[in-house]
């Protein structure tokens, strides 16, 4: 893939993200009230730091329950403590999973589904 190519499928990415952006901004405005969230099951990787942990900043006071995934798990689970305590809630889970590694994505995945989803 050339240079441009690359650049071409960047500007297409923001372009796509800004309308949905607006669209959203609008209904705020509008007054319009956005999806509500309380009864989802999110899962976000790579939730220790960066963009993963800034969705779960954002996502936490909506009510939602939370699977963060991430490698460093030490880091994770802080993050998941700090945002139930900001919360008050109990919905925010923290595992540590190697993307990189197949059976450490089932293990975590298994893990998911056997203690969290199916109570």
């Known amino acids: 893939m050339s240079g441009l190519e690359v650049v071409v499928q960047y500007l297409c990415l923001f372009g796509v993200l800004f309308k949905r952006w607006f669209i959203d901004l609008f209904k705020l405005i509008q007054g319009i009230p956005l999806k509500d969230l309380s009864s989802e099951t999110i899962l976000i990787t790579g939730a220790a730091s960066g963009l993963g942990k800034g969705m779960a900043e954002r996502l936490a006071p909506l009510g939602c329950t939370l699977i963060l995934w991430d490698v460093d798990g030490v880091s994770n689970t802080r993050v998941a403590e700090e945002l139930n305590q900001q919360t008050g809630s109990n919905r925010i889970h923290a595992m540590k999973c190697d993307l990189t ?19």
């Open 101 to 119: 590694n197949r059976e450490s994505i089932y293990e975590c995945a298994k893990k998911v589904l056997d203690d969290l989803l199916n109570k």
